[in-house]
Every structure is written in C-alpha cells, then in structure tokens.
C-alpha cells in the first residue's frame, strides 16, 4: 500500500556516498521494514540499519541513534519534513498512499448533507491527492475548501498530531471537515482544534463515520476536570522531552515560575518516552504538567490515576488564558 520509494532511496544513498545508512520507521511500516532493508543493501552495498526505539512523528528523530552508529545517511519515513537543525544528513520519505478519490466522496456524501462548504484535511499519505477530493465533491454540488498551515505542515490540508493550522485557517468559512485517512488519533485532534464537526472517511476500513458531538462534549468534560483537580495540587511535575522536535527547556522553566508565584511547588522531569509507570515512581507529585508532546496529555497515558495537563490547559489553571481560547483554537499549541 505505501510508497517507500525504494528507488529514490537508493539513489540518494549512491548521491551522497553513505556508506552507513540508519532507517527510521513508524510502527505501521515495521512490517515491512526487513524487505526493504534487503532491497537497499542489494541496490547500493551500503550497510543498512532499522531503528527499534520510537517514531511518533518528524519531530522524533533518531539523531542520537545515528550519531552512536556513525550513520552517514539517516532515512525517516511515513512523515514530512521537519524544521530542524541536524547535525546528519536526513532523508524524509512521505510513504504515500494512493486514494480513489469517488470512492471517498461516495462515502461520506451520508454524512455531510445539508453542509454548504466542506474544509479537506488529510495526513501526508493522501495530502497529493486532496486535489482529486475536491473536484470529486465539487461534482455533487459541493464547494471544497482546503487550507494552509504552518511550517510544521508543508502540504495544504495536511494535519499532524500537534499542528492543525491548516484547518484552523479555513474554519470559519466551512460547515465542517471532511478527514482523509485511517482511525480517531487525527480526526479527533480536528475536532477539538476546530470546534467543527467532523466526518472521517477512512481509508484503511473503506467507511465513513461521524465525530458525535456526545463523543466530544465527554472529552471536553475530561478536560475541564483534569484542569479543576490540578488546580488543587501543590506539588506538580514538568515533563520536558528530550527527542529534538519536542525539546523546550525554556517553556518549562516559564511554567515553574508561574506556578511558584502561585505558591506552588513545581519540578521538571525530563524524559525521553512518558510513560505512566514512569511518572507514578515520582509519587510525590500530585499533578503533571505535559510539555512534551501534547497528544500524551489529551489522548491519555493509561494507569496514571493523576491529572495530567497540556501547556494550554496548564495556563487556563493559572488563569492566563479562558477555556474558550482553547478549545476549538489553540488546544495543542505548545508556545
């Protein structure tokens, strides 16, 4: 299904004289992972190493990784690029996937009756192809409106996990969204960033399928509980992450003093992976306070048992900004 580009690969690698070659792989391409690897030795005779450790996004680099393996080439897939400073070649391979953009449309056409503007918005996978979406919705008598975002998403209509500026340009000028791509992670993340409703056709279930609003005002709840209850601790823990597109020392020093001056204890933990067994070992904490990537806060590390926010609901606790800004406007802004 996906496009790894091996031929492009292979040329970039010969280009470039990398002798030592690292790949870095998201789960859902794992499976494919050795294929590949096998294919690239044979075409360059270069060594080919897979990364084990993590891949969450562009900003997830195994740069420290490929810095031990004195990688001349590292190669990250299934993501656009990132704006960031590297010390080693980074190749990134968008891993596209190709969409019938009738079939889609037919789909969801149920689903969005009675809407007069749809915005698109997709993952990189289907991001070429939004064009197609368009004039396909545009034949049943439907305008198609598809944004621009920021930096962090070079494709118009593409979404990341913590980046939905591209539909956040064009929301007040649509009824609702229409997401391109598979399962709840971005199409929820939509939702919340839009306040609009939003209809998912997936690409992998060959289904379209409505965010209830139900669905949403429970999450929301979810929110402004998690606000309310660490608003009454006195001690809380700063999570920084250490992977490079996360790293922001300096927010998490701006927060420990806004927290201090409130009277509150506040202490920063740096981690790599955020996990619930690892935060429940500093037991002393009452609440925590996300400042890695702000999807582990809004999308839940299981078995916490401990309030744990995002920078934006961190500050409507300190009373800097109201709970309408955030929601359905800046919810996963991390500055």
């Excluded at 030592?20 to 998201?26: A, G, S």
Aim: aromatic share 6%; glycine share 8%.
């Amino acid at each position: 299904m996906y496009d790894l580009e091996t031929d492009r690969v292979s040329r970039e690698i010969a280009a470039r004289n990398a002798k030592r070659v690292l790949l870095q792989l998201p789960d859902g391409l794992r499976p494919h992972a050795f294929t590949l690897v096998s294919a690239l030795k044979e075409r360059t005779g270069s060594e080919v190493f897979l990364v084990g450790d993590s891949c969450y996004g562009a900003c997830d680099l195994a740069l420290e990784q490929a810095k031990v393996l004195k990688a001349d080439l590292l190669v990250h897939y299934g993501h656009s690029q990132f704006l960031l400073d590297t010390d080693i070649p980074v190749l990134y391979i968008e891993a596209r996937i190709d969409i019938d953009a009738k079939s889609i449309v037919g789909m969801a056409l149920p689903l969005i009756e009675g809407w007069g503007k749809v915005g698109l918005a997709t993952t990189v996978q289907h991001a070429n192809q939004l064009g197609e979406v368009k004039r396909a919705l545009e034949l049943q008598g439907i305008q198609a409106v598809v944004g621009r975002g920021a930096a962090r998403t070079p494709h118009e209509g593409q979404v990341i996990g913590c980046d939905y500026s591209s539909a956040r340009a064009i929301r007040d000028d649509v009824d609702g969204f229409l997401f391109i791509g598979g399962g709840r992670f971005h199409s929820l993340g939509l939702a919340l960033s839009t306040g609009k409703p939003v209809v998912v056709a997936d690409t992998y279930l060959q289904s379209a399928k409505a965010i209830g609003e139900d669905e949403i005002r429970r999450h929301v709840k979810r929110r402004m509980a998690a606000i309310a209850a660490a608003a009454k601790a006195r001690r809380l823990g700063i999570i920084v992450s250490l992977k490079p597109g996360q790293f922001e020392p300096s927010a998490a020093e701006s927060v420990s003093a806004k927290l201090e001056a409130k009277g509150k204890e506040a202490t920063i933990i740096c981690l790599d992976e955020v996990r619930a067994e690892t935060l429940l070992n500093f037991s002393e904490a009452e609440a925590f306070i996300d400042l890695a990537c702000p999807r582990i806060a809004i999308d839940g590390v299981g078995d916490l048992r401990k309030p744990l926010l995002t920078l934006q609901e961190a500050l409507v606790m300190l009373g800097e900004v109201r709970w309408d800004e955030v929601w359905g406007g800046s919810f996963f802004a991390r500055s």
